[in-house]
């Protein structure tokens, strides 16, 4: 077991602050895991890795080439959809592996996450590559479920292209610590990108998130959006970057990071960052953390409410918003686990 430093910011800020970068305690895992597609027609075992990859730690990646590698290549004009589940083993567990995706010119990919982790000291590594190609388009949903002590590094680097669209969501509720590190590149004119993220941190379950996206392209689109809440002494990193590259005029960005925090001895950093070299865009930053309302509370107890009750209806009025953008077979699993976690603290 090493020290690795993960999610460092692009710009960075005075070191005494130390929020640079965070600092885990890293261990390979045993590749000790099934990997159960719903369609095996476009996958194939085995892919190459470009040598630019964004990470979130040299470490990281170089686990990931580890383990499992597949390349998944959706053919030009063909729309499907693609299951992915992680199931790691009860008795030993864990998983290393990488995914390069390629949607081809005006091809379409509905892609669903799920990594079910058992209530033990397990490690998860997973890298994806995404090529979106000219008016191509996938929508990727995620999930994580269990409240082990599991940890979950997973990193993703997505090239768009042309009218391309990439949107990406997840829910963020498994695991003792997870760590998410997502760069995107906006490379043709119109392009858009979407990173939207839910969680629920209970006990000492630690969130360390990280989002940049670069717009290069003319008019293209970026949003990122995360909400949930904090319990007990859980804690809560978000890094997120939109950087406007000079040439990418008439380019719109947004960026959101809203926490409620329900125990005092929950901790929450928020970094929203900007970066600008051309005149002619549009970026939008914004961070929200602290307590419940207590006006809000109050109205919804005098309407025949508890106080735990009106927490969970005021958690999920806003989280609500993210989870319906989200694959429908996953919504109600979501809101489930979220009422569990908040009823059970």
């Not at 982790?117 to 008016?135: A, F, K, Q």
């Amino acid at each position: 077991m090493k020290e690795i430093r993960v999610n460092r910011l692009p710009l960075l800020t005075y070191r005494y602050l130390r929020t640079n970068d965070t600092t885990f305690a890293f261990e390979a895992p045993e590749d000790h895991s099934d990997i159960i597609f719903s369609d095996m027609t476009y996958v194939k075992e085995g892919c190459t890795w470009p040598a630019d990859y964004n990470s979130m730690a040299p470490e990281v990646t170089e686990v990931s080439s580890k383990g499992k590698k597949y390349f998944i290549e959706i053919p030009e004009g063909v729309e499907t959809s693609l299951i992915v589940s992680i199931v790691p083993h009860n008795d030993i567990g864990g998983f290393a592996g990488q995914f390069r995706f390629r949607i081809n010119k005006k091809a379409k990919l509905h892609l669903v996450w799920r990594c079910e982790l058992p209530n033990r000291d397990i490690t998860v590594v997973m890298s994806t590559y995404y090529e979106v190609m000219e008016g191509a388009s996938v929508s990727s949903s995620s999930m994580e479920t269990g409240l082990g002590i599991a940890s979950v590094y997973d990193e993703r680097h997505v090239v768009v292209d042309t009218d391309g669209k990439a949107d990406f969501s997840s829910a963020k509720l498994g695991g003792h610590r997870n760590v998410v590190h997502s760069y995107g590149k906006l490379a043709g004119d119109r392009a858009t990108m979407r990173e939207a993220a839910v969680y629920a941190a209970v006990g000492k379950q630690e969130l360390d998130l990280f989002y940049h996206i670069e717009h290069y392209g003319k008019d293209t689109d970026a949003k990122i959006d995360v909400k949930g809440a904090l319990l007990d002494e859980s804690k809560k990193v978000c890094r997120a970057t939109l950087n406007f590259i000079k040439g990418c005029s008439g380019s719109t960005g947004d960026e959101g990071d809203y926490a409620i925090q329900l125990d005092p001895k929950t901790k929450n950093i928020s970094l929203p960052l900007l970066l600008c070299t051309e005149d002619n865009v549009q970026g939008n930053h914004a961070s929200s953390a602290g307590q419940l309302d207590k006006n809000t509370v109050y109205f919804l107890m005098t309407r025949g409410f508890d106080l735990e009750e009106a927490r969970r209806i005021v958690v999920e009025s806003m989280i609500c918003p993210l989870v319906d953008m989200m694959d429908e077979s996953l919504r109600e699993e979501i809101i489930a686990a979220v009422r569990e976690k908040l009823s059970n603290r």
